[in-house]
């Protein structure tokens, strides 16, 4: 239940395996095998009720991955590093003052940085850097020459890091609200 201004807590257990799919995307019988084989770490298993629950971060991470799976055919393993990135910016974006509760600005200005992941699709493993956009320009590593820079210069995929995290975070609180998602 939504309290006012209270901020929710995005690391509670509380969305079930139905909601989990629904705010993902994902298959049901692809979660479960994921979860039984330990693909993701994601969820917990209630212990007296057998179900599983997911917290809000979990939901990110899922929807990211299944983003990645669809678009790209990334392998689980690897989309699940990409989601982490997802889940890092989030953390980063929701820190809040210890003293009066209100999230800290990111730039001196007040605004948030808009965030995206730039994902490497060259030969592998696929690797992840995040751009941020300094009101002008995606600032990322520069694709400059040379073997230790050349994956960057390769075919590549952009994650929408915060519009993803919008995403999950107005459908949990749809859901929350006892709304459809």
Do not use: C
């Amino acid at each position: 239940m939504l309290t006012g201004d209270a901020p929710v807590d995005f690391g509670e257990y509380q969305f079930t395996m139905a909601e989990a799919l629904d705010v993902s995307g994902i298959n049901e019988g692809v979660l479960r095998s994921w979860l039984s084989r330990q693909v993701v770490d994601v969820g917990r298993k209630h212990r007296k009720l057998g179900a599983w629950l997911f917290n809000g971060l979990d939901l990110m991470k899922l929807r990211t991955m299944a983003d990645l799976i669809a678009t790209t055919g990334m392998q689980p393993v690897h989309a699940e590093k990409v989601a982490g990135l997802v889940v890092d910016r989030f953390l980063a974006m929701s820190t809040r003052d210890a003293a009066t509760g209100e999230l800290l600005p990111e730039l001196p200005n007040g605004d948030r940085r808009d965030t995206r992941i730039i994902v490497s699709l060259a030969g592998g493993e696929p690797q992840a850097t995040v751009a941020e956009w300094d009101g002008a320009t995606w600032a990322a590593p520069l694709p400059r020459r040379g073997a230790e820079n050349e994956r960057i210069r390769r075919p590549h995929v952009i994650v929408p890091a915060d519009a993803i995290i919008f995403d999950v975070a107005d459908a949990m609180f749809a859901i929350l609200a006892g709304e459809e998602a």
